[in-house]
Each structure stands twice: as C-alpha cells, then as structure tokens.
C-alpha cells in the first residue's frame, strides 16, 4: 500500500536553530515528493518538489530537503528557523495515476 | 498569480440540510483533489479527477457525498443530508503532476 510517515508529530526548536523534519513513503512506483506548509487559518503552499534529477532540492523560505531512494525518505530541513516558520509541515507524494497522498503533518513550534 | 479559487469561505447550515462547495481550478490544470482536514483525521483524500473524469472517490462517504466537474472550471462537491461530523475545512486543489496548488478551503460547520 502507498503510505507517507511522518515521524514526528511536533517539533520544538528554538529560534536560529537548524531543523529536519522527517518523511519516509512506502511506494511501488516512482513518485513525485512535496513539502507543503500550512499556516494558521490557511490553505497549504507549497514548499519545494522533487521530480527527478538532483536528490537535492531547494524550496521557499531557506528549506531545502533530500530524496534518499534507498531510505525511501525526503527530509525537509533549515539551517536557521525563524518565529515565522512557526507552522504545520506536511509531506506528500505522488505516485500511481499521480494520486496525491499526505502524511499526518509536523507541527514545527519555534520559539524565542 | 493563478490561484484555485473556493467558495463560499465559511459556510453555517443545519443538520439535514443540502451544502455544495465550489472550486474554479487553475485554467488548464487537468487534475483536481477534493480534501477534507479535520483535527482528529489530518488530510483526507475525497475524490480526484482528470479531465473531468472521476478517478477515485474512494476516500468519500458514498450515501451523502458526490463530487462532480459538470465543466473544465468547475468542479462541486455536495453533501446531502448533511450532518454535524461533516463539520470540517474542504480543499480543493489542481494542477498538473508534479506542481499542485490548493485553494484556500471552505469552513463548514453543520450545527
């Protein structure tokens, strides 16, 4: 079955901290990966994609994250979080018939 | 910017009583997801369709739900009769594989 997990539900990190939140999907096929983030009150925007090429993929705001295909996994991170990255992250794939499929959510808390 | 567009923004309605959402996709955007969030439940999948063709509805509740695109932009998702566990933030979202924008949801709360 096609799944993403995100391993941790929050994530507490103070201001100009680094930060990784964690994403492994369990897929039979090539898929699509994206970070989405949901501020408060919000629709969800995207952050970055990863489609093919490069592993490596930078996105808005400073995140940047990795396909590891052998760990199934696409590691979203920062080198310096901001109080206004303070916000629910959401990992996501897209695989057979390009259904959309999303993980639980991390809700990153950075403080002062 | 090209942005999915959902109306109406917040809805109130009584228990029992017929709710249609409405997305405009993005012009030339050929798939559209229809979601429900919720604080117990995450991201629900409801429908999807390509071409205006549904793909899968899998994730929706058959006896009151349906999801419909009577045209390239408009896609409705109606909810008869409707009942207060329906009460949620719908998104719609379109786009082409690999770059998929969402609209900014409706809030239904059924009382």
């Known amino acids: 079955a096609q799944s993403v997990t995100q391993l941790d539900s929050q994530v507490p990190v103070f201001e100009e901290a680094p930060v990784e939140l964690r994403c492994n999907y369990s897929?039979?096929?090539?898929?699509?990966l994206f970070w989405y983030v949901q501020y408060p009150n919000q629709g969800l925007q995207l952050l970055l994609k990863?489609?093919?090429?490069?592993?490596l993929v930078k996105g808005i705001n400073g995140f940047e994250a990795e396909f590891n295909k052998s760990q199934t996994s696409f590691h979203l991170r920062k080198p310096s979080v901001h109080i206004s990255d303070t916000a629910e992250y959401f990992c996501?794939?897209?695989?057979?018939?390009?259904?959309?499929?999303f993980g639980a959510g991390t809700r990153l808390a950075v403080h002062p | 910017d090209a942005r999915v567009t959902q109306t109406p923004r917040h809805k109130v309605t009584e228990m029992g009583q017929e709710v249609t959402m409405r997305c405009q996709p993005i012009?030339?955007?050929?798939?559209v997801f229809w979601y429900r969030q919720t604080m117990m439940q995450g991201l629900e999948l409801l429908a999807y369709?390509?071409?205006?063709?549904?793909?899968?509805d899998s994730g929706m509740p058959k006896d009151r739900f349906s999801a419909e695109m009577p045209d390239a932009t408009l896609a409705t998702l109606k909810i008869q009769p409707s009942e207060p566990r329906d009460s949620a933030v719908y998104f719609c979202?379109?786009?082409?594989?690999?770059?998929?924008?969402f609209g900014s949801g409706t809030r239904l709360t059924v009382v």
């Open positions: 012009l030339g955007h050929n798939t």
């Open positions: 369709f390509r071409n205006r063709a549904p793909l899968d």
């Open positions: 979202a379109s786009g082409p594989p690999g770059g998929y924008t």
């Open positions: 897929s039979s096929v090539s898929v699509y």
């Open positions: 990863y489609l093919s090429g490069s592993t």
């Open positions: 996501a794939f897209s695989g057979g018939y390009n259904k959309l499929i």
